[in-house]
């Protein structure tokens, strides 16, 4: 059902302050993905942050390559209908909407901006990266609990000899 605001100068100056408001109160998540896209970083696309379209705001958009990017937490899971109708109005105005997890994002950066590049029409020069299932592809109840990517190997620490023992040794075996 399309949203109809009272009176539409009224509508878009409360958008326009309710998405001053997620600027300044963005996730951890969010704010990791903005360092990514700001300032044309990002393949030289211009993105917005909690750009307002229509009666929604989306978390970020390209007008000019008609990209939104939508960060899905843990309540996202709970309102899928709403996401749906969402999505739906986006399309309507030609834009296409591509969804991660939040845990994807933080733990798998590099496979998030991989997927962003193919849909914008880039050719990564890197191989893709290990990748998370997004938010749509997943059935009730699944859930990451830990990060899917082995740990890196740790380096052995130096011995705990004190700076005179190793001074002495090489003392004693210059004699």
């Given amino acids: 059902m399309p949203y109809y605001a009272p009176h ?5 100056e409360e958008m326009r302050n309710r998405s ?3 600027r300044r ?5 969010e704010k990791r993905m903005w360092h990514r896209l700001r300032a044309k970083q990002f393949y030289g696309i211009k993105f917005r942050r909690q750009h307002p379209i229509g009666p929604y705001i989306v978390d970020f958009c ?7 990017i939508e960060l899905d937490g843990g309540r ?9 109708r969402r999505t ?21 950066m590099d496979g998030v901006l991989f997927k962003i590049a193919i849909e914008l029409g880039f050719k990564p020069l890197a191989a893709k ?6 938010p749509h592809e997943w059935g009730e109840g699944n859930k ?9 190997p740790v380096p052995p620490s130096p011995s705990p000899r004190s700076r005179g023992e190793e001074e002495r040794s090489e003392g004693e075996g210059s004699l």
């Fill in 62 to 68: 390209s007008p000019s390559a008609k990209l939104v």
């Fill in 76 to 84: 996202h899971a709970d309102q899928r209908e709403y996401d749906e």
């Fill in 25 to 29: 109160e963005q996730t951890l998540v």
């Fill in 129 to 134: 990266p290990l990748s998370l299932p997004s």
């Fill in 20 to 22: 001053g408001v997620l």
């Fill in 144 to 152: 990451v609990l830990s990060d899917p990517r082995p740990s890196p």
């Fill in 88 to 108: 739906s109005y986006l399309k309507q105005y030609g834009f296409k909407v591509l969804r991660f997890w939040d845990n994807e994002v933080w733990h798998n």
């Fill in 8 to 12: 539409p100068k009224l509508a878009r």
